[in-house]
T-cell receptor
Framework: DVKVTQSSRYLVKRTGEKVFLECVQD?????MFWYRQDPGLGLRLIYF???????EKGDIPEGYSVSREKKERFSLILESASTNQTSMYLC??????????FGPGTRLTVL | SQQGEEDPQALSIQEGENATMNCSYK?????LQWYRQNSGRGLVHLIL?????REKHSGRLRVTLDTSKKSSSLLITASRAADTASYFC??????????FGAGTTVTVRA
């Protein structure tokens, strides 16, 4: 059974902290994505990666960076967390232009 | 940027009834996908329809796509309490990215 896992379901951090969100997939997918989901706004793409060490900005990359050192792992980094980054963060992976497989999400609260 | 827009925003139906929700989008697409999200969880893929297809079925789900009107509909027949969830349409482009709408929240009353 295919699987995308995220390091935490819930996370509470303080303003200014550096935050790491980890995502791992076991499907050997080339493409991985980070989204944030806010009420009434749906999912918005933060960053995506087509291959190891490859990354491209999505629609809302400001305040975020990513790292993909291994094919199965895609990390989202909040360099200096701010309260407006309180959100649900969802990771997904896909092979080609087919369905995306999502992780369970990380609900991040920045105080 | 958000391309798909679902309508209605919320839908409440009786168990056994059909639920229909619509999605409109702005630019040309490679495919259109529908996802379901149960409260506070990740999204689950339901069905994918490519731009050269007009209708697709999967179990109790029926999806239509009208590229001339840039719209799609998702029909859930004989709804069950377990269908209570948010439903999102997502448009796919040639670069493998998806653009999601804000979703339709469906409540199925017992």
């Amino acid at each position: 059974d295919v699987k995308v896992t995220q390091s935490s379901r819930y996370l509470v951090k303080r303003t200014g902290e550096k935050v790491f969100l980890e995502c791992v997939q076991d499907m050997d997918h080339e493409n991985m994505f980070w989204y944030r989901q806010d009420p009434g706004l749906g999912l918005r793409l933060i960053y995506f990666s087509y291959d190891v060490k490859m990354k491209e900005k999505g629609d809302i990359p400001e305040g975020y960076s990513v790292s993909r050192e291994k094919k199965e792992r895609f990390s989202l980094i909040l360099e200096s967390a701010s309260t407006n980054q309180t959100s649900m963060y969802l990771c997904a992976s896909t092979l080609g232009d087919n369905e995306q497989f999502f992780g369970p999400g990380t609900r991040l609260t920045v105080l | 940027s958000q391309q798909g827009e679902e309508d209605p925003q919320a839908l409440s139906i009786q168990e056994g009834e059909n639920a229909t929700m619509n999605c409109s989008y702005k630019t040309s697409i490679n495919n259109l996908q529908w996802y379901r999200q149960n409260s506070g969880r990740g999204l689950v893929h339901l069905i994918l329809i490519r731009s050269n297809e007009r209708e697709k079925h999967s179990g109790r789900l029926r999806v239509t796509l009208d590229t001339s009107k840039k719209s799609s509909s998702l029909l859930i027949t004989a709804s069950r309490a377990a269908d209570t969830a948010s439903y999102f349409c997502a448009t796919g482009r040639n670069d493998y990215k998806l653009s999601f709408g804000a979703g339709t929240t469906v409540t199925v009353r017992a």
